[in-house]
């Protein structure tokens, strides 16, 4: 008979492995469990003697989230009209700048010259009611109409035309005010 399957294969041959697999065994659990607990311990420190109960830290902790980066404005106060220029820039320049959509490009007169040819006011009704690809108001319902009459002048006559920019019209209050004190 064969004693082959008695025979069996061990990496430890010598007492002296097997005392260094046994410390081993131990050891390198402990010192994971020793550099994971540094790792985790290992933030900033708060409590007496650092910034970090300073009344700045803690105004910067508790400050609202809605806070960050938004301009509010006063529905109240009076409305600040945009210039044609920035009107342009914000809205129509989507389209305007590259000639999208068969857009008329912007300071071309080629293609602005029978628009033009159609007058002031053809060209503001398509600006403010839209036409074709156009949505009204360049799809800024925002817009007051003297912002977008005013765009509508600024492209028009950067491509050649010499149409008036519109004035802001007085509010009625303010109107009545100046009507009543001139009398």
């Not at 004693?3 to 410390?23: F, G, M, R």
């Not at 950067?158 to 009507?179: L, N, R, S, V």
Request: net charge neutral; proline share 6%; glycine share 8%.
């Amino acid at each position: 008979m064969s004693d082959a399957h008695n025979e069996h294969q061990s990496a430890i041959k010598t007492p002296k492995q097997l005392i260094a697999a046994i410390a081993a065994g131990f050891l390198v659990p402990i010192i994971c469990i020793v550099l994971l607990v540094q790792y985790v311990a290992n933030d900033k420190k708060v409590g007496v003697g650092s910034e970090a109960q300073s009344a700045e830290a803690i105004a910067a902790r508790i400050k609202p989230v809605a806070d960050q980066g938004f301009t509010l404005k006063d529905v109240n106060a009076p409305r600040q009209l945009q210039s044609g220029a920035a009107v342009y820039q914000a809205v129509c320049s989507a389209c305007h700048a590259t000639g999208l959509a068969g857009s008329p490009k912007f300071g071309d007169p080629g293609t602005w010259s029978p628009r033009i040819a159609q007058g002031y006011d053809t060209l503001l009704s398509h600006a403010l009611n839209g036409i074709r690809a156009m949505p009204a108001k360049g799809g800024n319902p925002d817009l007051d109409d003297v912002e977008v009459a005013r765009a509508m002048v600024y492209m028009a006559n950067q491509a050649g035309a010499k149409f008036k920019e519109p004035e802001a019209k007085a509010p009625a209050a303010a109107a009545g005010a100046e009507a009543a004190a001139s009398k």
